[in-house]
């Protein structure tokens, strides 16, 4: 059943339902009961933990959460990763805590989830900004009667609660018109508030909290390195021989050079670089480029560039990143914190720049963090990893061109190396690109046997060098002037 469809059902279901005799006092009743059982939770702060082991390794799992807004965080050791609702969008959170939205369609059923979670209805403004909670009789499950209510709003689908007579306690939530359903269990006083300590989806153990409690700390959204500067942010120099951009920088006070990789998912570090500054090794990661291996993560900083400073963060380690030049990878941390302008004919990186109006301005949607923008090769939609750390102008998956071999034909073939492996690359020429209403051609394109990657491929540095790239992540925009 469709979203439009159900929260028509939701409308269907309060108008026949607050129209029987004295069923909106009832509602109002049951309301006053299930606020005071289980205490102002909409308003509460509240932390919770408790440990799973997933593929034989131990996790610590967080949440931080304040109404509809949660983090969920993952941790062996210091490592972190997760995922953050703002009540609309779902984000992706870096070990770093650098959060990317996973996509720009809001969420309806984690909205949903939220509402219940929370106790998000039972505020006593959620009526009067647009939510609807309704009477839906009485209902069985396991055995059991509860009194039954449906609850949702104009953006979340809507969800019948099972709520038990006796305690006023929400046994169960299910999607209207549909099976999937949450129980809700072990419930126990933390501080004037009553919460479940066991979640089970689909009769399957969702969670198992070990802790739960309110704090009286404000809930703060996650965010990544955040840099600051002295004076106004500097341009900044690139090395004008190479084709990826490539500048100066320092870690922990030794002058390096660094890579700006729109391909990178945060931050990365030679081993050599590592070693000489003594960086605790704090867990581990498993890298993906040509080829992959596992390798550690360590705590390095400060990061200097131009006259932006960034604090201590969290690195992964690559041994095979010094042949290339470069001691450091600043990927998705680094650009998501500021926005990063890149002028490839000027030689300069700029940091915070401010927004140019440009005739090419696409969508960005985040595949582990990195960006992702649709286009057209020839008459084919491909959606293409911008990566301006491949030296590359077009560089296919290889599955994909496997798809459609008439997109080139292949003229040149040529070894390539990259991070954890090496392979062979197909050249060939395609009459044109499409990028929003702008088109461009004819363009170099390859493929690479053993690329897997980002989406179907990525848009390297030799085709971004052909425009003023501007990369917005807080706005999930991607924007190009081209040079005349």
């Given at each position: ?59 610590l799992v967080s949440s931080d959460s304040a109404g509809l807004r949660i983090t969920v965080r993952h941790c062996t050791g210091e490592v972190c990763n997760g995922t953050y609702f703002d009540g609309e969008h779902l984000y992706s959170i870096n070990m770093n805590g650098t959060a990317l939205a996973d996509s720009l369609e809001p969420e309806p059923f984690l909205r949903s989830l939220r509402l219940v979670a929370s106790l ?164 581990s990661y498993q890298v993906r480029g040509l080829g992959g291996y596992s390798t550690q993560v360590v705590r390095a900083g400060p990061l200097r560039i131009g006259n932006a400073t960034y604090p201590e963060a969290y690195y992964a380690v690559l041994t095979d ?164």
């Amino acid at each position: 059943m469709g979203f439009a469809t159900r929260t028509g059902l939701l409308c269907a279901l309060m108008l026949g339902a607050l129209g029987a005799n004295g069923s909106e006092n009832d509602v109002v009743r049951l309301l006053e009961r299930m606020r005071a059982a289980a205490g102002p939770v909409w308003q509460a702060h509240i932390v919770s933990v408790s440990r799973l082991t997933l593929a034989g390794t131990a996790n610590l799992v967080s949440s931080d959460s304040a109404g509809l807004r949660i983090t969920v965080r993952h941790c062996t050791g210091e490592v972190c990763n997760g995922t953050y609702f703002d009540g609309e969008h779902l984000y992706s959170i870096n070990m770093n805590g650098t959060a990317l939205a996973d996509s720009l369609e809001p969420e309806p059923f984690l909205r949903s989830l939220r509402l219940v979670a929370s106790l998000e209805f039972l505020s006593p403004t959620f009526l009067a900004h647009g939510g609807e909670v309704g009477d839906a009789g009485a209902g069985t499950f396991a055995g059991r009667r509860y009194r039954t209510i449906v609850v949702g709003d104009v953006n979340a689908v809507p969800l019948r609660l099972y709520v038990d007579p006796q305690t006023a306690l929400i046994r169960l939530a299910r999607e209207v018109g549909g099976s999937e359903t949450f129980e809700y269990g072990d419930y126990r006083r933390a501080g004037i508030l009553r919460l479940p300590f066991e979640v089970l989806h689909d009769g399957q153990l969702f969670e198992r909290y070990d802790d739960r409690a309110a704090v009286s700390s404000s809930f703060t959204s996650p965010h990544g390195p955040t840099p600051s500067f002295r004076g106004r942010p500097d341009d900044v120099p690139t090395d004008p021989r190479s084709v990826t951009p490539i500048v100066a920088c320092s870690v922990g006070g030794i002058a390096v050079r660094c890579l700006v990789d729109s391909g990178n998912s945060g931050l990365s570090i030679s081993s050599e670089l590592a070693s000489r500054l003594g960086a605790p090794v704090v867990g581990s990661y498993q890298v993906r480029g040509l080829g992959g291996y596992s390798t550690q993560v360590v705590r390095a900083g400060p990061l200097r560039i131009g006259n932006a400073t960034y604090p201590e963060a969290y690195y992964a380690v690559l041994t095979d990143l010094r042949r290339y030049g470069y001691d450091v990878v600043l990927g998705a941390d680094v650009i998501a914190a500021t926005g990063v302008e890149i002028d490839a004919s000027a030689h300069v990186i700029r940091f915070a720049a401010p927004i140019e109006q440009s005739p090419i301005v696409l969508p960005i949607s985040f595949q582990t963090f990195v960006p992702v923008v649709d286009v057209g090769l020839g008459g084919v939609p491909a959606a293409l990893a911008v990566d301006t750390g491949d030296e590359s102008n077009i560089n296919l998956a290889y599955d994909f061109y496997a798809k459609h071999p008439g997109l080139f034909s292949v003229s040149q073939r040529r070894s390539v190396s990259g991070i954890g492996g090496s392979s062979v690359e197909l050249i060939g020429v395609i009459p044109q690109v499409t990028l929003g209403d702008y088109r461009t051609g004819p363009q170099v394109i390859g493929t690479t046997q053993t690329l897997r990657g980002t989406a179907f491929g990525h848009l390297g540095a030799a085709f971004l060098g052909q425009f003023v790239v501007q990369l917005n992540y807080a706005a999930a925009e991607l924007r190009l002037i081209p040079k005349t």
